[in-house]
């Protein structure tokens, strides 16, 4: 399968587990939501490249649609027509019916990507109220503080477990470099060199021009 499709499947496969994991109700389960439609559209745009990779694509589908066929539905749901019309086409251009099986659950690696998003974007807004709290002189400043720690402590513990972790393939290699990538532009200015040879290495992975 190539990569960029194997990476694609993996970060929708990810991105539909932290959604599935995200407090109902909060603005946690927002963004959750968000990242899952995102890679699910990348997902939809993603080449085949070959007949393993069409099977990979049907049987992901496949599952994802057995998983999501109510909220797919609706008529005014564009991607359950979507989904089942590629899903059927890949199947025609196979000469083979839809494959039924599941796919694997996430790996630990990209659930691990996704919980540190999550705890770092939680930890940079609870550092920003702290700070425009302190700034303005609110009494609400030393329990922003509080809060902006713990939200540290959790992100650092995400990170760790992070770290502890080795990519299984190319692929997932590439989303590793990509999000620390990202991490590191929370700290730097925007092109920093770590980021953009992070970046560039991410790129390499995948099969592209750095």
């Keep these: 399968m190539p990569a960029p499709l194997k990476a694609a499947i993996a970060a929708h496969r990810a991105a539909w587990a ?3 994991a995200a407090p109902e109700g909060e603005a946690e389960a927002g963004r959750a939501e968000d990242r899952e439609t995102e890679a699910f ?38 991607f359950g027509c ?22 694997p659950s ?5 659930a ?4 540190h998003a999550e705890a770092n974007a939680a930890a940079n ?30 992100d650092d513990a995400a990170l760790r477990a992070l770290r502890a972790l080795r990519p299984q393939d190319l692929g997932e290699a590439a989303m590793l ?6 991490t590191i532009e929370e700290w730097e200015e925007a092109g920093s060199l770590g980021a953009w040879l992070l970046d560039g290495l991410a790129t390499a992975l995948e099969g592209g021009e750095a």
Excluded at 49 to 75: C, F, K, Q
Excluded at 112 to 115: G, L, T, V, W
Excluded at 132 to 140: C, G, K, L, N, W
Aim: charged content about 20%.
């Design 106 to 110: 996430p790996s630990p690696l990209l």
């Design 125 to 154: 807004a609870a550092a920003l109220a702290h700070s425009r709290a302190f700034d303005d002189d609110d009494p609400a400043a030393e329990g922003l503080l509080r809060l902006a720690d713990e939200a540290c402590e959790r």
């Design 112 to 115: 691990a990507i996704a919980a």
């Design 41 to 78: 559209v990348a997902l939809l745009g993603a080449s085949c490249g070959t007949p393993a990779g069409a099977r990979a694509l049907a049987a992901h589908l496949t599952w994802y649609i057995g998983e999501e066929g109510d909220n797919l539905a609706g008529a005014g749901d564009p």
């Design 82 to 103: 979507i989904a089942r019309a590629r899903r059927d086409d890949l199947a025609l251009a196979l000469g083979e019916p839809v494959p039924a099986a599941p796919c």
């Design 177 to 182: 470099a990509r999000h620390y990538a990202d």
């Design 18 to 20: 932290a959604f599935q």
